[in-house]
């Protein structure tokens, strides 16, 4: 991991195929957007439920949590953005790395150590304080690690084959996940079966994935996951190579819009015969956050980098800039108690059920105030 001085060198650089640097802000923004729904904003909705008296508040809230199984809310949209977006930023580091005279093997190498560093920190999230000495008691499945290895997949697709058949990939990867799923029988259960005791991933996760898994008979961050989750990167480097080839805007956006409402549309008829399910990481659910995140980068690079309406993205940009730092600080700093010690004082004399939702906002502030420290010191961590 790396601490970086100039906001030109962070982990979201865009190298353009000239060669000169420069950054897509709405990436930046867009990416600031979705950590702050982790780092305590999509809580801080969720808490809101039942305490205003106001139908679409508690109809939001209960879009910031996520289904016990089936199902889909905004929530389960937030980690396969993540995903796709660092799919669009590779996009642009690996043309650059290209067009700088770096070879294939330079750029595996990068890739992979990258890949590495963060299936470690992954492990150390997740199991900290991390039993080094009893490795069955460890989760390997991580976010982070997810991430690194999405990347790295990515990353041997991106520099061997075209687009369009990096596109054949995912539809592959997603048929053959489908056919598994309906076709291959788990022992006392049979084929089809898709629910949590009995699907094919947790069958085969319990027999092939060290360590522990989360609800110890199944984790969606195991191993058997891994390759429809890959497909959003891939889907992120497409939006990565329409928005860098020099194109009109216009083209641009349509075909981003496009390839979202595509997306979208093909993932709720899927839905009718493989249901949408994070847990299971579904064809349906892939197509469905994938053409989102699609639309949500449209809107984003529409208003930000085609209209020039850039000051309202300021606060999200100082989170985007340094997604890695607050990844990681909010499971290491207790946000919430340094909230309740600076404006208990204040918010005390509300009404009680109102004490949870205020010192969440102030845990978020001070969220925000942390990152804009980093940003206005030029600190930006990377990896």
């Keep these: 991991m790396t601490t970086l001085t100039t906001p030109a060198s962070t982990d979201l650089d865009l190298v353009s195929t000239n060669t000169r640097p420069t950054r897509l802000q709405s990436l930046d923004a867009l990416?600031?957007?979705?950590?702050?729904?982790?780092?305590?904003?999509?809580?801080?909705?969720?808490?809101?439920?039942g305490k205003t008296g106001l139908a679409w508040v508690d109809a939001l809230a209960e879009q910031f949590e996520h289904p016990a199984w089936h199902g889909f809310t905004f929530y389960d949209f937030i980690f396969?953005?993540?995903?796709?977006?660092?799919?669009?930023?590779?996009?642009?580091?690996?043309?650059?790395?290209?067009?700088?005279?770096?070879?294939?093997?330079?750029?595996?190498?990068?890739?992979?150590?990258?890949?590495?560093?963060?299936?470690?920190?992954?492990?150390l999230y997740k199991n900290a304080p991390v039993d080094f000495f009893n490795p069955s008691n460890i989760r390997f499945g991580?976010?982070?690690?997810?991430?690194?290895?999405?990347?790295?997949?990515?990353?041997?697709?991106?520099?061997?084959?075209?687009?369009?058949?990096?596109?054949?990939?995912?539809?592959g990867i997603l048929l053959v996940y489908y056919a598994a799923?309906?076709?291959?029988?788990?022992?006392?259960?049979?084929?089809?079966?898709?629910?949590?005791?009995?699907?094919?991933?947790?069958?085969?996760?319990?027999?092939?994935?060290?360590?522990?898994?989360?609800q110890k008979t199944y984790d969606e961050l195991a191993l058997s996951t891994q390759l429809p989750a890959f497909c959003l990167t891939i889907l992120g480097s497409v939006a990565g190579d329409f928005l860098r080839t020099g194109t009109p805007a216009a083209t641009t956006l349509k075909k981003l819009v496009l390839f979202g409402m595509g997306?979208?549309?093909?993932?709720l008829l899927w839905n009718l015969h493989l249901p949408i399910n994070k847990h299971l990481w579904s064809g349906s659910f892939i197509l469905l956050t994938g053409g989102m995140a699609f639309l949500f980068l449209a809107a984003f690079y529409w208003i930000i980098d085609v209209r020039g309406y850039t000051r309202w993205a300021f606060f999200f940009k100082v989170?985007?800039?340094?997604?890695?730092?607050?990844?990681?600080?909010?499971?290491?700093?207790?946000?919430?108690?340094?909230?309740?010690?600076l404006f208990e004082g204040l918010y005390k004399h509300a009404a009680e059920p109102w004490h949870e939702v205020f010192n969440a906002l102030g845990a978020l502030a001070l969220v925000w105030l942390f990152l804009y420290f980093l940003y206005r010191n030029r600190i930006f961590i990377k990896v």
Aim: net charge positive; glycine share 14%; charged share 10%.
């Design 181 to 214: 799923l309906f076709l291959i029988p788990v022992p006392g259960y049979g084929a089809g079966d898709l629910s949590f005791e009995g699907n094919l991933l947790g069958w085969l996760d319990r027999q092939i994935m060290p360590g522990k898994l989360l």
């Design 80 to 123: 396969p953005l993540f995903l796709f977006m660092a799919g669009v930023s590779l996009s642009y580091s690996l043309s650059g790395g290209l067009a700088r005279g770096l070879s294939k093997s330079t750029l595996y190498s990068k890739v992979a150590k990258r890949m590495l560093i963060l299936i470690c920190l992954g492990i």
């Design 263 to 267: 997306g979208v549309v093909l993932g």
């Design 31 to 49: 990416r600031g957007f979705d950590m702050l729904l982790i780092a305590g904003g999509g809580t801080f909705i969720s808490l809101l439920h």
């Design 142 to 171: 991580s976010v982070l690690g997810r991430i690194g290895l999405a990347t790295f997949f990515t990353t041997l697709l991106y520099l061997n084959v075209s687009l369009r058949q990096r596109l054949l990939v995912v539809g």
């Design 319 to 341: 989170i985007g800039m340094n997604s890695l730092a607050i990844y990681l600080a909010y499971r290491f700093i207790d946000f919430g108690k340094t909230s309740r010690l």
